[in-house]
């Protein structure tokens, strides 16, 4: 147990639909990165918060966005749903933004 | 960019030592991790290397070469309950990202 917790653990949407993914941080820990991880692939990185602001963006479209809140909790939302979005998305974080990332168990989301 | 190759899937018997193989070509390098991922759950945090040579921890050793590029994973006195799939994942470096680019797994497989 990391003590990083996601919800909901699984979902299932229709094509142009938007989705929000939440995550809580382990306590103390300052930075969020959220990956997603399609069957049979590593995980891909979509973006890093760090104290509030994005700090570092992967190549993901503006349609995947993202918000940390005060106590380092953080939000993925993804609008316009397309079938390539279903896939296991994984938050991850870190005492500091080099520190070692810690995951999540996980959203999976299926996108019909 | 960044390209990480590992192979695919291993087999090794119960008592057994395997290594893993990890090559990377990357633009930036702050240092390597491994994960281990069971299916269907979230990454766990293995090891991290930053300097050339060998961590040890316990039954997992990683070792680590910056001029070659390359890591492996040394898993000795296999259990079955290492059948999992093992991701060797690169810390990109530049300002403002730490962000981890993953290979696609190895799947490894014990048997009796």
């Known amino acids: 147990e990391t003590g990083v917790t996601q919800s909901p653990t699984h979902l299932i949407k229709t094509r142009g639909q938007q989705v929000t993914l939440r995550c809580s941080s382990q306590s103390g820990h300052n930075t969020v990165s959220w990956y997603q991880q399609a069957l049979g692939q590593g995980p891909q990185f979509i973006f890093q918060y760090y104290r509030e602001e994005e700090n570092g963006r992967g190549n993901f479209p503006p349609r995947f966005s993202g918000l940390q809140f005060p106590n380092y909790s953080s939000e993925l939302n993804v609008n316009a749903l397309e079938l390539d979005d279903s896939a296991l998305y994984l938050c991850?974080?870190?005492?500091?933004?080099?520190?070692?990332?810690?995951f999540g168990p996980g959203t999976r989301l299926l996108v019909l | 960019g960044q390209n990480i190759d590992q192979p695919t899937e291993m087999t090794a018997t119960e008592g057994a030592i395997v290594q893993i193989n990890c090559t990377y070509q990357?633009?930036?390098?702050?240092?390597l991790f491994w994960y281990q991922q069971h299916a269907g759950e979230a990454p766990t945090f293995l090891s991290y290397?930053?300097?050339?040579g060998l961590e040890e921890k316990g039954r997992f050793s990683s070792f680590l070469s910056r001029s070659k590029g390359y890591s492996y994973l040394l898993l000795k006195e296999l259990q079955m309950k290492d059948s999992a799939s093992y991701l060797c994942?690169?810390?990109?470096?530049?300002?403002?990202?730490?962000?981890?680019?993953f290979g696609k797994g190895t799947k490894l497989s014990v048997i009796p």
């Open positions: 991850a974080s870190s005492f500091n933004r080099e520190e070692t990332q810690y």
């Open positions: 990357t633009s930036g390098f702050n240092g």
């Open positions: 290397n930053v300097l050339d």
């Open positions: 994942a690169v810390e990109g470096a530049g300002a403002g990202s730490y962000q981890l680019t």
